[in-house]
């Protein structure tokens, strides 16, 4: 019993711990743009004194704003509470890991040792991939052998994502290039890309297309974003430039000469602007013009006015609203209030017309709209919306109304439950015939254990007047993860299009009279996949079975499939890399031979360059049968684009390039194009710009034809500042030399450029005036910093309450330098270096208050002090100290000394022996 005993208490021994080291918060909740503090907490549990020498974090933390890294004594049985502070920015909330470490290294007689503390970051992250375009509607001409479209692609999350992006096209009648295409996005990251479309010809009765565009996350299979796209075919009195390549720009003004080979040379003025009207009232305002030389007739267009009160909010002009499950775009007048943080009420009314006014074309009379939509919810639990719509259209002399509410139900952190409904009713004015319509959807999603299942389910009938007009969706997907690298799912999907339209209103209705506008679209599949990841490689194998079947007026066809689709992508540095192949095993409309096809997409990307290319044998999908005519079932298409954006270091010159070029063997054409958008800045408010396009068309077929086409764009452009949200303030600053230290700015008082300012969390820098402005400032108490750089300590309080807008100069008396180094006393024979870089030395003020220094790797200090009587010391009992505190008078003169602190190694004796 005696050795056990022993034995116990030994192996305790041996696990006691000299020290506890912890944070007082395990995990702390961020939100991006915030800053947090986190206290690590060190216990001295032994029965001696110890040291800590030094706290590192783990890693190199990107936002870490402060953490100790003074030297310092605990006693026995004492404990110390030391402050880490975070900002959560942007490369903070893109961190792998949740969890923050830190390392802390301390002598126990006799060895030194190392000990380490973590807490964990909740941080809110959003899956959804945003798809969107630069406008709200997007036109393409019917005239050219084919358009383009950009589409952007945007990871609205922080953790980096591989999607593949899927786009149909409803009614069936655009061939689309590339119709599917795989991006790697970084955190926050948005991508453009370029979407080539053909129009049937035997669809150009209808003029208006939907596109849906699906985003599937490659690593789970999962949708991670949708959204369906406008489409308008040009005619003759409808022709608009393409459009530039991001909308994002504001507060600027820009007149440029655009000039193309169709001779459609114009003068274009846009423009956009925020100011305050008042302290309660703020107003927005964006402007778009073209003025055509030739002609002298000008178009107005995306132009409109926005007045913003503190919860109300009007808009006049060209308007454009979502979740109406309607087209809503035109001109007219739009009203929106808040209540509350999450309640949000609209309503508009508007006639559809893409134009505010002009002389260039006619005005057409366009359908006139009354929509309202409320927004309710407590944006975490629970949120919902409902919509009215009443559209009048003297074209058509259809009355239109669309009544639509949705509503999401987040059930726990692992369970979502959301639903939709919908009502309408159709009215045609001359022939009197009318259709009512309805949609229900219903969608949940869910996770068990490693199991995840998802349910998206929607249908309305055919003659429901909505986005979805006679579509049924659903998508089944049970998936299972068996680690963090691996994972598998089973999926079916079925989707229908089937619409149903009112009697053309300008003829008498016919029994069994042919309906033009009839088309079906449907996709069946059951597909299964399993995904994993190497090291830096993910793979993705998916066998699939699907049937797609098409009709319209003019023909129908069906295509059954067996598919095998595999992906395989990997990162590497600066380098991204995604391989996508599917072959298929296929019959077309019931006929008994089968072919086979492929198609492949590779997608290179280092930094800003990224590079696609595409190639497809033989017909992949149901659309590919409709234009086989008298060709062979054997072809070959290829696509291929590059694009690059680029900015100097200094952010004076800016642009993009992109160039693609697709050649079809099914389709008998050969096409290319670059295009190009370039900005300089003259000056921080003036820039120059440019834009130009050049493509070209060559059809392979018989009778041959080629022809090309270019346009070009050089402007102006002028930046304003940005105006104060309502709520907030503006805060404006002039620093000077205050060599008299009255407080004024006077003759031979210099300002001081280059400056860092801080006001708490806000930074800015002083221009060469010494002038600095902080917009958009909350109500509130700060604190005024001013760079430690500067050398300089401020002539008035710090603390500043910010309830208005605030414009102050203030006044900076220059300190005096103190400068101060370490010199070692070495012993004979002694050749062991020391090193005091880190040491912390102090200096005491007559008022109590203490400044400090820390010793750097040139064992040299320096202090900025105001005038006065201070003692210089140091307490760190590392070495021995000849002389650990002096004192020193600083006046307004200067002071021209160098303080030496000498200082020996501690119980280090060298005994010198001679024979």
Do not use: C
């Not at 918060?25 to 029965?47: H, M, P």
């Not at 820390?854 to 105001?866: M, R």
């Amino acid at each position: 019993m005696a050795v056990v005993f022993l034995q116990l208490s030994f192996s305790y021994a041996q696990e006691s711990k000299d020290i506890a080291v912890y944070f007082e918060n395990e995990s702390v909740a961020v939100e991006k743009g915030s800053t947090f503090t986190n206290f690590l907490v060190i216990e001295n549990k032994g029965s001696a004194e110890i040291t800590i020498q030094n706290i590192t974090p783990q890693e190199k933390y990107p936002g870490l704003l402060y953490y100790s890294k003074d030297e310092f004594s605990l006693g026995a049985g004492a404990s110390k509470k030391l402050p880490v502070k975070l900002i959560a920015n942007l490369d903070f909330m893109k961190l792998k890991s949740n969890e923050i470490k830190f390392n802390v290294s301390y002598t126990s007689s006799p060895a030194s040792k190392t000990e380490s503390a973590s807490f964990f970051v909740k941080r809110e992250e959003n899956n959804n991939i945003a798809i969107y375009t630069a406008s709200y509607e997007n036109f393409i001409n019917p005239s050219a052998p084919e358009s383009s479209i950009v589409l952007w692609v945007e990871n609205q999350g922080y953790n980096k994502k591989t999607v593949k992006i899927d786009l149909q096209s409803i009614p069936d009648g655009l061939e689309m290039m590339p119709r599917q295409q795989t991006l790697t996005l970084a955190g926050l990251e948005k991508q453009s890309v370029e979407i080539r479309i053909l129009v049937r010809k035997q669809n150009t009765l209808f003029p208006e297309f939907n596109i849906t565009a699906s985003a599937t996350d490659v690593f789970n299979n999962e949708i991670v974003g949708s959204n369906t796209l406008h489409l308008v075919i040009l005619s003759n009195n409808r022709q608009v430039a393409r459009g530039y390549e991001s909308t994002t720009e504001s507060n600027f003004a820009e007149l440029a000469y655009n000039a193309n080979s169709s001779g459609f040379n114009f003068a274009q003025l846009r423009g956009n602007s925020t100011f305050r009207v008042n302290e309660n009232l703020t107003s927005r305002f964006n402007l778009g013009a073209d003025y055509y030389l030739e002609d002298g007739r000008y178009n107005i267009y995306d132009t409109w006015l926005e007045l913003e009160g503190r919860n109300t909010a009007l808009r006049l002009g060209n308007i454009n609203s979502s979740d109406y499950d309607y087209p809503v775009f035109g001109r007219g007048a739009k009203v929106s209030r808040q209540f509350g943080e999450k309640n949000q009420f609209e309503i508009l009314a508007l006639e559809n017309n893409f134009n505010l006014f002009g002389t260039y074309f006619q005005q057409a009379e366009g359908s006139k709209l009354i929509g309202a939509k409320y927004g309710f919810g407590n944006g975490k639990s629970f949120i919902g919306k409902v919509s009215y719509l009443y559209d009048h259209d003297p074209r058509f002399n259809v009355d239109t109304q669309v009544a639509n509410a949705t509503s999401s139900i987040i059930i726990n952190e692992k369970h979502t439950i959301s639903a939709e409904v919908g009502f309408s009713h159709e009215k045609g004015l001359a022939n009197l015939d009318e259709n009512a319509g309805v949609l229900l959807a219903a969608n949940y999603d869910g996770k068990i254990g490693k199991w995840h299942f998802q349910s998206l389910n929607s249908f309305s009938t055919k003659s429901y007047a909505g986005i979805k007009r006679g579509s049924f969706f659903s998508n089944q997907r049970i998936g299972y993860q068996f680690s963090a690298t691996q994972r598998a799912f089973i999926q079916y999907q079925n989707s229908e299009v089937i619409p149903e339209f009112l009697s053309f209103q300008n003829a008498p209705a016919e029994a069994g009279a042919a309906d033009l506008r009839y088309y079906f679209n449907s996709t069946e599949a059951l597909s299964s996949g399993y995904q994993f990841s190497a090291n830096k490689w993910n793979f993705f194998f998916a066998p699939k079975v699907e049937r797609q079947k098409t009709a319209n007026f003019y023909n129908s066809h069906e295509l059954f499939s067996y598919r095998f689709e595999t992906n395989i992508g990997t990162t590497l540095g600066a380098h991204g890399l995604n391989l996508m192949a599917e072959y298929s095993y296929s019959k077309e409309n019931n006929k008994e031979e089968w072919f086979n096809s492929l198609r492949t997409t590779l997608s290179y990307r280092y930094k800003s360059f990224s590079l696609n290319g595409t190639a497809q044998w033989n017909a992949n999908n149901v659309f590919d049968l409709n234009s086989y005519y008298d060709v062979d079932r054997n072809f070959a298409n290829y696509n291929l684009f590059a694009s690059y954006n680029f900015q100097t270091p200094n952010n004076s010159l800016t642009g993009s390039l992109s160039a693609g070029a697709s050649y079809s063997e099914l389709y008998k054409n050969l096409n290319s194009n670059i295009s190009g958008n370039i900005e300089y800045k003259i000056s921080p408010s003036w820039s120059s710009t440019g834009y130009f396009n050049i493509s070209g068309y060559k059809t392979t077929a018989a009778y041959a034809a080629s022809s090309g086409y270019y346009q070009f764009r050089v402007g102006i452009k002028k930046y304003f500042a940005a105006a104060t949200a309502l709520g907030n303030h503006k805060v404006s600053f002039q620093l000077f030399e205050d060599k008299n230290s009255n407080g004024q700015l006077e003759t031979g008082e210099k300002v001081l450029a280059n400056e860092i300012v801080k006001l708490d969390s806000f930074v800015a820098m002083t221009d060469k005036n010494g002038k600095v402005v902080f917009q958009n400032v909350p109500e509130g108490v700060y604190t005024l910093k001013v760079s430690e750089s500067a050398g300089a300590r401020l002539m008035m309080d710090p603390v500043i309450t910010v309830n208005s807008n605030i414009n102050r100069k203030v006044g900076m008396v220059k300190n005096i330098r103190v400068s101060g180094k370490l010199i070692e006393i070495k012993q004979a024979y002694d050749v062991l270096e020391t090193d005091v870089t880190g040491i912390v030395v102090y200096a005491r003020g007559e008022d109590g208050k203490i400044y400090t220094a820390v010793v750097n790797q040139s064992n040299e200090f320096e202090f900025f002090l105001k005038d006065g009587r201070y003692t210089i010391y140091i307490e760190n009992d590392k070495y021995s100290y000849t002389q650990p505190g002096q004192t020193v008078q600083v006046t307004k003169e200067g002071y021209s000394e160098v303080l030496v602190f000498e200082y020996k190694k501690k119980n280090t004796t060298i005994k010198v022996k001679k024979f």
